[in-house]
């Protein structure tokens, strides 16, 4: 089954912990990419991956990191975790402007 | 910059009422339009997409029409169901958006409810 899958899917952490969400897809899409959805504010793109060895920043990149070794993976990095990252985040993939897939969402809270 | 506006919600219609979601966006280049739907506990799902203008869009009994004169992608449907209840996006691609990005500019969102 094509799908887009996250890692947890839920966590509920403290301030300055480092933490992962990994994000993994099996459609051999080149382009991955990162939102954060906050109420009132929808979706905003954090940082993106044009293919392997190639990202760039999105909208809201502070206190990110991203990377992408193989094709297939796109984990996001949060080095120092702040409460203003508590937050409601989709991993997306898909090949080039075509439909992009979402994963089901990881709910991030830190406390 | 580019920028999508929706009618935020919520909407709460009675089942087999028509659906009207207002979107209107603004756009550098010539983008293409999409409506997104999240169902409760889910992430998102294309809904319905059109990649030119006066193309319609069309999925699940939703329709979207194209309209670039008013610069415009409304959603709707002629008769809801409990089952549409669902947080509806609507977000545009524009292949100007900088270096290469296929970013999503998405709205804020329009929760809608139905109720039997």
């Known amino acids: 089954e094509a799908q887009v899958t996250q890692n947890p899917r839920y966590l509920i952490t403290v301030t300055g912990k480092k933490l992962t969400v990994t994000c993994s897809q099996n459609m051999n899409h080149e382009y991955m990419s990162w939102y954060r959805q906050d109420p009132g504010l929808g979706l905003r793109q954090i940082y993106y991956s044009m293919n392997v060895e190639v990202t760039d920043k999105g909208d809201v990149p502070e206190g990110y990191k991203v990377s992408r070794k193989e094709k297939r993976n796109f984990p996001l990095i949060l080095e120092s975790p702040s409460p203003n990252q508590t937050s409601l985040y989709f991993c997306?993939?898909?090949f080039g402007r075509g439909e992009q897939f979402f994963g089901p969402g990881t709910r991030l809270t830190v406390l | 910059g580019n920028s999508v506006t929706q009618m935020e919600g919520p909407v709460t219609l009675s089942e087999e009422a028509f659906l009207t979601i207002n979107c209107t966006y603004t756009?550098?280049?010539?983008?293409?339009l999409f409506w997104y739907v999240q169902y409760p506990g889910e992430g998102l799902q294309l809904l319905l997409k059109a990649t030119k203008a006066d193309d319609k869009g069309s999925n699940k009994g939703f329709e979207a029409t194209y309209r670039k004169e008013t610069t415009s992608f409304h959603l709707e449907k002629g008769s809801v169901q409990v089952s549409d209840s669902a947080v509806y996006f609507c977000a545009l691609s524009d292949r100007y958006s900088g270096a290469g990005s296929y970013q999503l500019t998405f709205g804020k969102g329009t929760k809608l409810s139905v109720i039997p």
């Open positions: 997306a993939s898909s």
């Open positions: 756009a550098t280049g010539y983008p293409s």
